[in-house]
């Protein structure tokens, strides 16, 4: 898995390097301490910026707390002081050619680090500003040179004496081969040249060239080079015995005549101690530097098995080592090793030592027993060697820590909190926790388990600021964290502590803290949603900490708090970290930030996984001071976590190995069965304490409560309630309905609560226009949505028209006094709302369209294609004509083309991944169910999560009557039947109930007025002509059978006027007259010519093919398309208006 780069943030203070062999070892490059009182030691270089200063690694007096800063920047390594008092001096290395040596600045004898890269340059003084820096170049701060090297591929070691052999053989032959071939092509060209006898002379050329080649190859080998004290603690580090290193021996830098030379030379020579004993005369200081510096080598370089070490007991250093066996008796002698175990002995030289191979410190030579016949005599100026510091490092490094007794097998939590075995008494577990968070002790510590020296203690503000736990399957991971926690929850507070548990094995780890007052929330792989939820929330808890710390001028969490500030840490705990960074790759660039800022703004992170390898990044792998092994199957799992393969080879769960500053092997600690005893008494004993505390005790949780699963409008259009909107776009309460709005302005609606991670709250969302659309399958809630717009936006006196397949579902959201309630049924309501609302309107208005998939099909049958034409001018007119719109219908809706213009979408609980990628749902919040009303809302401006508000019987809006408001239309579907006796008195002569609103349609009927009804065989027409003589009989005129004896104000009924091809004159008196559809729309002369055009025309089965003929208006605005035959329905054509009409009945 691959990592990305630090994000942005304040830049993380410089560390001290590490210097513990194998944090060196996992480091690209590192600086090798060449002198000083530190000589031999090394300091890892990690990603990032290190502080060299005075420690206990490096005691030089000269140099300052804080001299030198160091960091590895895009692979390169550069360097610049840091304010020291003496400065700091920079070495260049010069290149020489291969096979060169140098002698090194610290020592006399030749080194490999010198045989690579020369004698460094001239010094020059180094600035504050950054120096890029290359290998083998020199640090020189005070009496301290740090070199820079690369990690070591393996610890120089020289070949074997066949190896030597070999590579003796190949330098001979390449110094012979150049002189050779002068002499093979010289002899022709001197025998062929016809030249004097001088030329002969030219032969002493490749002859002297051969001599002098052969005399420089005799005795003349250039010595193997010395171990390097930085590469030999490096290699203990490693494990002794990690490469093939039988049979190497010790080598010391001595002067030595090699074949009886002429001229002793210095260099470094090889000491077979097995051969016999060998005695080391000089100064007491200088021989017991020498002797540790070769007993380390050996160590380093030979497993316990192979070599048995009998070391003075003066040597307190050497008691780690693993090779160390204990002295029998006075004698020296001492128990005898394994059958294939080299032994050595060092002794100080006494009368009675006995002869045994090894080494014999003597101050004299006086002193040496007779049997010790090979002397090496040291000079009274030290070499460059390293101390006891060193050796005392090298042992450290090859036994992971003091030797002492085992850890237990077992470890009991409770009894390291003190709390004995657990008993069912809360109230007396709440009063211990009570007064242990009143101590109020600084930092994370706690009890984690127990070590050959005693308990083990962990404190993640001092040791780490992050942690990494490794352990397979049954190795007691998950009982550590578990463990781990509870004791976190019984030292620190709520106030203190915050805990959020990642868990990626279901969520059974972390199940039992859930009831904690310290856990913020519990995540699970069963929750994609929720983790990205939650790593949303961390980003913004860290943008408001460093507001925070910002905002009072203080550096870190500590001076924060020590201020008088309340800011509690952040504890993330992940199990199964790899799984859940390979199911969310994007998680790694949100824990790289907070490992990086983890120190300074009190976040912390413990990463827990069975499969450590390549599974945290170098970013993140720098900050984790804190590193747990149970056991694990890979030895390179064990290595990589803590540098060592032992945790391998542990047995039993609970056993781990620790590395802090060291490595340390423990038993950790057991709470017990899941779910009761300790773990139970802690959760309700610390729930009970945070509850007597009260709400003034709360803190900022890290992100908002979860969404709820059911919000009132009431809830969030409240003024001044949670969350709510702006105070100028509030809706007045929902329980009273406003007057109509006479402004044409945008008025914002509260209809859903929000999830806003990004911002730590829940939000309340106004939808304020121009348009909206709901999808959702069936019981998702999306006629819900519509019926919360109605309602918030009747409560606010914004007219509202609502079109929906069932319109009483809307009745109790609705107010029928300012707009219309359409059945979708109605194509030809439909239709006229439509276009009543696309001219341009007075006031804001809103229509609702609930099913439109069913609404445009069913407007198609008013003509083809006018469905989609409809409602998408309606759509896309909406902010020009002031009319908000909002839709609801299936998934499918949202990929129609006449619904692109709608850039406010809300995608209520999609069904799959198909689904929520056609709505524009980002992957982060695509919905695994959830409750009605749960979706997502999609806009331009990105999406976020949300909750529907729920309209419900409290939301009626007011009842009393009032006078619809001016430029609202408000449509009424027709009734199927008319009856004339429910026609109020004194409205006049009644044809129905029609037109836009249904209303009561009257005829005048007056002297000189005809009326026409036209229509098929059987269509009503003489019921028609009943109906309005009826009502004229009643209102005392006279209605006449025969029009020749009709007299002026009568009424004549002419019931079939089609074979009438001339009438008397009838202008003083009504006519009532009936015609079928055929003759009136294909009669050329007579009354029925002349008064289909003047007369008041009511056409009864509008939609007969012929009935367009019979009238020059046009009539299919009015058609009912769902009724064609329908009895009695009809249009009126009167003052070149259609008005559908339903006709009255007797």
């Not at 995540?523 to 408001?544: M, Q």
């Not at 009260?694 to 979860?706: D, L, N, R």
């Not at 056609?918 to 999609?938: F, N």
Request: charged share 20%; proline share 11%; glycine share 12%.
């Amino acid at each position: 898995m691959t990592t990305q780069a630090l994000v942005s943030g304040p830049a993380r203070a410089p560390r001290r390097p590490p210097a513990e062999p194998p944090a060196v070892l996992r480091c690209a490059w590192h600086l090798a301490v060449l002198t000083g009182p530190g000589a031999g030691r090394c300091l890892g270089l990690e990603p990032g910026t290190a502080l060299v200063g005075r420690t206990d690694v490096l005691g030089d007096p000269l140099v300052s707390a804080r001299h030198l800063e160091v960091r590895l920047r895009r692979g390169r390594v550069e360097a610049r002081d840091a304010g020291s008092a003496n400065g700091t001096r920079l070495r260049r290395a010069a290149l020489r050619w291969p096979g060169t040596s140098l002698r090194p600045p610290w020592g006399r004898a030749r080194r490999p680090w010198a045989a690579r890269h020369g004698r460094p340059g001239r010094g020059r003084r180094l600035g504050t500003r950054w120096r890029a820096l290359s290998e083998g170049d020199v640090l020189e701060i005070g009496s301290t040179h740090l070199q820079l090297r690369p990690r070591p591929v393996e610890a120089a070691r020289p070949a074997s004496d066949g190896a030597d052999r070999r590579a003796r053989s190949g330098r001979d032959t390449g110094r012979l081969l150049l002189p050779g071939l002068m002499a093979v092509t010289t002899v022709p060209m001197v025998i062929s040249s016809s030249a004097g006898p001088w030329r002969w002379l030219l032969l002493l050329v490749p002859v002297a060239l051969l001599w002098s080649a052969v005399r420089a190859g005799r005795g003349s080998e250039p010595p193997g080079p010395l171990p390097d004290p930085g590469a030999v603690l490096l290699l203990a580090g490693a494990g002794p015995g990690t490469t093939d290193v039988s049979g190497r021996p010790a080598q010391l830098d001595v002067s030595v005549d090699p074949g009886g030379a002429r001229r002793p030379r210095r260099g470094p020579a090889p000491l077979d101690l097995t051969g016999g004993p060998v005695a080391l005369v000089g100064p007491p200081a200088v021989v017991e530097a020498v002797a540790g510096w070769l007993v380390c080598q050996l160590a380093a370089h030979h497993r316990p098995g192979e070599l048995a070490l009998d070391l003075p007991a003066s040597w307190r250093w050497a008691s780690r080592l693993p090779h160390r066996t204990a002295a029998a008796g006075p004698s020296g002698g001492s128990a005898g090793p394994e059958e294939g175990t080299a032994r050595l002995r060092v002794a100080v030289a006494r009368p009675d030592l006995v002869a045994a191979p090894g080494l014999v410190l003597a101050a004299d030579v006086a002193a040496i027993p007779p049997w010790c016949s090979r002397v090496v005599h040291l000079p009274r100026t030290p070499p460059g060697l390293p101390g006891p510091s060193w050796c005392v490092a090298v042992a450290a490094a090859l036994t992971g820590g003091p030797r002492a007794a085992a850890p237990p097998r077992v470890a009991l939590l409770a009894d390291l909190l003190g709390l004995g075995a657990g008993g069912p008494d809360v109230v007396a577990t709440a009063d211990r926790l009570a007064a242990a968070w009143d101590r109020g002790l600084p930092g994370l510590a706690a009890p984690v388990g127990v070590g050959a020296e005693g308990v083990v203690e962990l404190d993640l503000a001092l040791d780490g600021p992050h942690a990494l736990v490794a352990g397979s399957t049954g190795s007691g991971k998950s009982e550590l964290l578990l463990s781990w926690l509870t004791a976190l929850a019984v030292r620190c507070s709520p106030a203190t502590l915050q805990v959020v548990l990642v868990d990626y094995k279901g969520g059974a780890t972390f199940a039992p803290l859930a009831g904690l007052p310290h856990t913020a929330g519990v995540l699970t792989d069963l929750d994609p949603a929720g983790t990205e939820r939650a790593l949303s929330s961390l980003r913004a808890e860290v943008r408001r900490r460093e507001a925070l710390l910002a905002g009072a001028g203080a550096p870190d969490i500590a001076s924060y708090t020590a201020a008088g500030h309340r800011l509690a840490r952040l504890l993330v705990v992940v199990d199964e970290f790899r799984v859940l960074a390979e199911a969310h790759p994007e998680v790694l660039s949100a824990l790289v930030r907070l490992a990086a800022q983890g120190r300074s703004l009190g976040l912390h992170l413990v990463l827990a996984t069975q499969r450590p390898g390549g599974a945290v990044g170098p970013e993140i792998r720098a900050n984790l001071g804190v590193r747990v092994c149970l056991r694990v199957v890979e030895p390179a799992d064990s290595v990589e976590v803590v540098g060592t393969p032992r945790a391998a080879g542990l047995d039993g769960p609970g056993r781990a190995l620790l590395r802090t500053d060291r490595v340390r092997e423990l038993q950790v600690a057991w709470a017990g069965p899941p779910g009761q005893g300790l773990v139970r008494e802690v959760v309700a004993g610390a729930a009970l304490a945070w509850e007597r505390r009260g709400p003034a005790a709360a803190t900022a949780p890290p992100w908002a409560p979860p969404l709820p699963a059911v919000v009132s409008l009431d809830e969030i259009a409240r003024p001044g309630g949670p969350a709510g909107p702006p105070p100028a776009a509030r809706a007045a309460p929902v329980a009273a309905a406003a007057p109509p709005r006479p402004v044409r302005a945008p008025v914002a609606l509260p209809l859903a609560r929000t999830d806003l991670p990004d911002e730590q709250r829940l939000g309340t969302w106004s939808w304020s226009g121009p348009a909206l659309l709901v999808t959702g399958g069936p019981g998702t809630g999306r006629t819900q949505a519509l019926r919360t717009v109605a309602a918030s936006a009747s409560a606010a006196g914004v007219p509202v028209h609502v079109v929906a397949a069932d319109p009483a579902a809307f009745a109790d959201v609705h107010d029928r006094a300012a707009g219309s309630l359409v059945p979708a049924g109605d194509p030809r309501l439909v239709a006229r709302l439509l276009d009543l609302l696309g001219d341009a309107v007075d006031g804001t208005q809103v229509l609702l369209v609930d099913d439109a998939d069913d609404v445009a099909e069913n407007l198609d049958l008013t003509g083809p294609g006018r469905g989609p034409a409809l409602l998408g001018a309606a759509v896309r007119g909406a902010r020009r004509n002031g009319v908000a719109v909002a839709l609801a219908g299936p998934p499918t809706l949202a990929g129609a083309r006449w619904l692109e213009a709608v850039r406010t979408r809300v995608v209520l609980s999609p069904r799959d991944e198909t689904e929520a990628l056609l709505s524009g749902v980002p992957a982060a919040l695509r919905l695994r169910g959830g409750p009605p009303g749960r979706g997502v809302l999609v806009r331009p401006e990105g999406a976020v999560l949300l909750q529907v508000a729920l309209a419900g019987p409290g939301a009626r809006p007011a009842t009393a009557p009032r006078e619809p408001p001016a430029g609202v239309p408000l449509l009424r579907p027709l009734p199927g039947v008319v009856r004339l006796s429910d026609a109020p008195v004194g409205l006049g002569v009644v044809l129905g109930r029609g037109g836009d609103d249904a209303g009561w349609v009257t005829l005048g009927c007056a002297p000189g007025e005809r009326v026409l009804v036209v229509g098929p065989p059987g269509s009503g027409r003489t019921t028609a002509l009943e109906v309005l003589a009826r009502q004229l009989r009643r209102a005392g005129r006279t209605v006449a059978a025969d029009a020749a004896r009709a007299r002026p104000g009568d009424v004549v009924v002419l019931d079939d006027l089609d074979p009438l091809a001339a009438l008397p004159d009838l202008t003083a008196v009504t006519v009532l007259a009936a015609a079928r559809t055929e003759a009136a729309a294909t009669t050329l002369r007579g009354p029925l010519t002349t008064w289909r055009g003047r007369a008041d025309l009511v056409l009864l089965r509008p939609g007969h093919p012929l009935a367009g003929q019979v009238t020059d208006v046009d009539v299919r605005g009015a058609l009912d398309p769902v009724r064609p035959r329908h009895a009695g329905l009809a249009v009126l054509v009167r003052g070149g208006r259609a008005i559908p009409v339903q006709v009255a009945t007797p």
